[in-house]
């Protein structure tokens, strides 16, 4: 019998070598009668030219039409072979635009993995979403999303690199915390990879694993204070610039200040900080940056410390903290030098503060890769933190990972796959906002150092 196909429902479901005979609605699905538009073969083994052998129908799920679940009902050809010696008696036809198990249509599958990498869904959302179980959903992710992560294209423009841990699972009752190193690009904001530990060996090897040219083409890379990432890059890539950019010194700094505020709290009013303590109620505003104040924030910030800082010791470490953040803020390396002089001299004429004495040793031995800082067109590991929370959301997510190469690929998915999906084109222009004004701030009136 004729096959009359809808030329108008074939260009709507647009797959090439398939027409449309009949669509309906069962349970609010729509169901699509398909079949090919082949009508003669050739035997596999033999050669011979096939004959119709009957037909075999299967459901097959495909992308949405009009928000609505689509299903295509193959009535898929059986062919026979005519030459009775042919081993091949009879057999099923076959599509490029289905996959070889019969259960999804190959860019159903690649959409499946898709808004689990780039859209960030959950494998069991996805396929509840395609009418498959969580297996058959994660089979089709490593199936379209493993060519996307290990295609070398991938890794080919690299020249500078961040490295930092992240968390891939927690402590439980039978097993310790167990971190994983993550390796990002920072011009691109891209996860180049993920290897299992935190130390300088694993890092070696993920380095030594790449090739040579790629190696020699990074020319920085930025750490946060783990000697051991130190180590290992400066192993790897001997010719690459080390920076310790300014947000973790300056979480250093920070830390510095909230330990000293704490231990004065304790020493002037006998317990930990209370909601009406004076320096409790300062706890937030003492980490700002001091340009950051406006005149409300300075008001506080110094009613606080003359309230609750009877030593001044908190007012100390404050102004240590301003004078090395004055380091990443310098113009060039020459004045970054000298703030981080009148750091050194300012923690030595209050040296009997613990925490500042600790906090200029661990800035002594990262010297170098601190004022590196403005050898590399201020070089930050800003990108690597901000992957850091893309990989935290994908492991809430999705509930937790325990197998490591499952977590691998959805972070790549998620944080280093070139999806290159097309833009969708604005209906409305951009509406224009207006500008933020700055505050006015007023200089430092206190610790001795006014430039913030």
């Known amino acids: 019998m004729k096959f009359n196909g809808s030329a108008g429902a074939t260009a709507l479901v647009g797959m090439p070598g398939f027409v449309v005979g009949a669509s309906r609605v069962v349970d609010g699905e729509l169901h699509l009668d398909v079949e090919t538009t082949a009508s003669m073969t050739a035997c596999?083994?033999?050669?011979?030219?096939?004959?119709?052998?009957?037909?075999?129908?299967?459901?097959?799920?495909?992308?949405?039409?009009?928000?609505?679940?689509?299903?295509?009902?193959?009535?898929?050809?059986?062919?026979?072979?005519?030459?009775?010696?042919?081993?091949?008696?009879?057999?099923?036809?076959?599509?490029?635009?289905?996959?070889?198990?019969?259960?999804?249509?190959?860019?159903?599958?690649?959409?499946?993995?898709?808004?689990v990498g780039e859209d960030d869904w959950t494998v069991a959302l996805a396929?509840?979403?395609?009418?498959?179980?969580?297996?058959?959903?994660?089979?089709?992710?490593r199936v379209y999303g493993t060519p996307l992560v290990d295609d070398p294209a991938r890794l080919e423009t690299t020249t500078a690199i961040g490295v930092?841990?992240?968390?891939?699972?927690?402590?439980?009752?039978?097993?310790?915390?167990?971190?994983?190193?993550?390796?990002?690009?920072l011009d691109r904001g891209r996860l180049l990879d993920v290897v299992p530990g935190r130390s300088g060996r694993v890092l070696i090897?993920?380095?030594?694993?790449?090739?040579?040219?790629?190696?020699?083409?990074?020319?920085?890379?930025?750490?946060?204070?783990?000697?051991?990432?130190?180590?290992?890059?400066?192993?790897?890539?001997?010719?690459?610039?080390?920076?310790?950019?300014?947000?973790?010194?300056?979480?250093?700094?920070?830390?510095?200040?909230?330990?000293?505020?704490?231990?004065?709290?304790?020493?002037?009013l006998g317990h930990r900080g209370r909601r009406h303590d004076p320096l409790y109620r300062i706890r937030r505003i003492a980490l700002v940056g001091s340009e950051r104040l406006d005149q409300d924030g300075w008001d506080r910030l110094i009613a606080g410390i003359d309230a609750g800082d009877p030593t001044g010791e908190l007012d100390a470490a404050w102004a240590g903290k301003e004078l090395l953040r004055n380091v990443y803020k310098a113009a060039d390396p020459q004045a970054a030098r000298r703030a981080?002089?009148?750091?050194?001299?300012?923690?030595?004429?209050?040296?009997?503060?613990?925490?500042?004495?600790?906090?200029?040793?661990?800035?002594?031995?990262?010297?170098?890769?601190?004022?590196?800082?403005?050898?590399?067109?201020?070089?930050?590991?800003?990108?690597?933190?901000?992957?850091?929370l893309l990989i935290e959301k994908t492991r809430r997510i999705g509930h937790g990972f325990r197998n490591f190469n499952n977590y691998r690929l959805r972070l790549l998915l998620a944080c280093g796959a070139p999806w290159n999906t097309p833009p969708v084109a604005r209906l409305r222009g951009r509406q224009t906002t207006p500008q933020r004004v700055e505050p006015h701030i007023r200089p430092m009136k206190f610790g001795g150092h006014g430039e913030g």
């Not at 609505?68 to 009535?75: F, G, K, S």
């Open 205 to 268: 090897d993920w380095l030594f694993d790449q090739s040579t040219a790629w190696r020699d083409q990074i020319t920085i890379a930025a750490i946060d204070a783990f000697r051991g990432y130190a180590n290992g890059l400066a192993a790897a890539l001997p010719d690459a610039v080390l920076v310790m950019d300014h947000f973790h010194t300056i979480r250093l700094a920070n830390r510095v200040v909230d330990q000293v505020r704490r231990r004065t709290n304790n020493v002037t």
């Open 164 to 185: 930092d841990e992240t968390t891939f699972l927690h402590s439980g009752r039978r097993r310790r915390t167990q971190y994983v190193t993550g390796i990002i690009d």
């Open 127 to 141: 396929g509840r979403r395609f009418g498959i179980s969580w297996p058959a959903a994660m089979k089709r992710v």
């Open 44 to 115: 596999p083994e033999c050669g011979v030219r096939a004959v119709g052998h009957g037909r075999r129908r299967v459901k097959i799920r495909d992308l949405p039409i009009s928000g609505r679940p689509t299903v295509l009902c193959w009535a898929k050809r059986i062919w026979r072979c005519k030459d009775p010696d042919c081993a091949t008696a009879t057999w099923s036809e076959t599509s490029e635009a289905v996959e070889p198990s019969g259960l999804l249509t190959v860019r159903a599958g690649a959409e499946l993995c898709r808004v």
């Open 340 to 388: 981080l002089t009148a750091f050194y001299t300012h923690v030595a004429d209050h040296d009997h503060i613990g925490e500042l004495v600790t906090l200029a040793r661990t800035v002594d031995a990262w010297e170098t890769e601190i004022l590196a800082y403005h050898h590399t067109a201020r070089a930050s590991n800003g990108p690597t933190e901000a992957v850091n």
